[in-house]
């Protein structure tokens, strides 16, 4: 069983920044998924960033030029930075990895952004 555990949530302001971590808890392969989804109020779950070791991270387009995803494989940690945030990236967001042939999901964290 693989465990993800979240943190970094919390209120911010619009404009601000955020970093949000999760740590998984055995070691992820270079070509597993490993990532961010998240749900507004209202909304359905929805993909923010997902990296793999090899290629490029996959961004939604809501997020491009404002988020960065960064993956530490010794570590087993992926890490989001968000800046320039906006009320509307207001959700739980949740830590996701595919690996070992399974989906894994963490608890999620809040993050609420104020006008």
């Known amino acids: 069983q693989v465990q993800l555990v979240e943190s970094g949530g919390g209120l911010v302001q619009a404009g601000g920044s955020l970093r949000l971590s999760c740590a998984a808890s055995?070691?992820?392969?270079?070509?597993?998924?490993f990532g961010w989804y998240r749900q507004g109020p209202g909304k359905q779950r929805e993909l923010v960033a997902l990296?793999?070791?090899?290629?490029?991270?996959t961004y939604a387009d809501s997020v491009k030029g404002r988020f960065t995803i960064s993956r530490d494989n010794g570590k087993n940690t992926v890490n989001l930075q968000m800046s320039s945030l906006k009320p509307e990236d207001t959700a739980v967001y949740f830590c996701?990895?595919?690996?070992?042939?399974?989906?894994?999901w963490g608890q999620g964290t809040q993050v609420t952004v104020s006008s």
């Open positions: 996701y990895a595919f690996t070992r042939g399974n989906e894994y």
């Open positions: 055995v070691a992820l392969f270079s070509r597993d998924f």
């Open positions: 990296t793999r070791s090899i290629g490029s991270p």
